[in-house]
């Protein structure tokens, strides 16, 4: 038998500890009195956890050693890392003293990306109880990439934006990721409905 917590189960577990540390931070952090610094290493913890996605996944399938603990904590861990940092981008932290939100998400944006995650979470439960396999597609492996460079891109922008000569150019770069992020997100969940509609009707009783 394989043991459960294998080392690629270890590393997301480990990643999941990485979140919590993220999260304590930029709930910390408030932009009308700014530590940049928190934003430093918030972003290089994101950073950390977004390749030790890639790791875990590598190791399990090098070695032999997927679970099915690692196919539902591996993707879940993804998910609150993710859908975490966008929600608390909306927060009060990232207000300046203008009342101005400068990471350019939107509350809708955040409905959105968190809407898709529960959507195609129970699209793929779903499935799978009827014996259905409903994995990952390019565009939803489009949109992890997408997440996971736009999150700590916008927090170093935050940090080097009140030394930044040209600060017109931080905002539309910080606009264009996270807009490509929706877009990509959104696209994302369109295919997967797609994908579930013929799904669904296969599984519907004649």
Not at 79 to 94: D, Q, R
Request: with cysteine; hydrophobic share 55%; aromatic share 10%.
């Amino acid at each position: 038998m394989k043991p459960i917590l294998n080392l690629p189960n270890q590393i997301t577990i480990a990643r999941l500890g990485l979140a919590i540390v993220f999260f304590v931070l930029l709930s910390q952090y408030a932009q009308r009195t700014p530590n940049p610094w928190m934003l430093d290493v918030a972003a290089a913890i994101f950073i950390v956890a977004a390749v030790s996605d890639i790791l875990d996944g590598y190791l399990a399938r090098k070695w032999g050693q997927v679970t099915s603990l690692g196919k539902v904590l591996d993707p879940l861990v993804d998910k609150v890392l993710v859908c975490g940092a966008f929600i608390l981008f909306v927060g009060p932290g990232f207000v300046d003293q203008d009342g101005k939100n400068v990471t350019e998400v939107h509350s809708w944006m955040v409905v959105l990306i968190v809407g898709r995650e529960l959507l195609v979470t129970g699209l793929r439960g779903f499935n799978a109880t009827n014996g259905k396999v409903f994995g990952a597609s390019i565009h939803g492996k489009l949109k992890m990439w997408m997440q996971s460079i736009a999150v700590p891109a916008i927090l170093l922008i935050i940090a080097r934006e009140p030394t930044w000569s040209m600060g017109a150019t931080a905002g539309w770069i910080k606009a264009i990721l996270v807009w490509l992020t929706v877009a990509i997100t959104a696209l994302s969940m369109i295919q997967y409905l797609v994908r579930s509609r013929y799904l669904l009707e296969e599984s519907a009783p004649a």
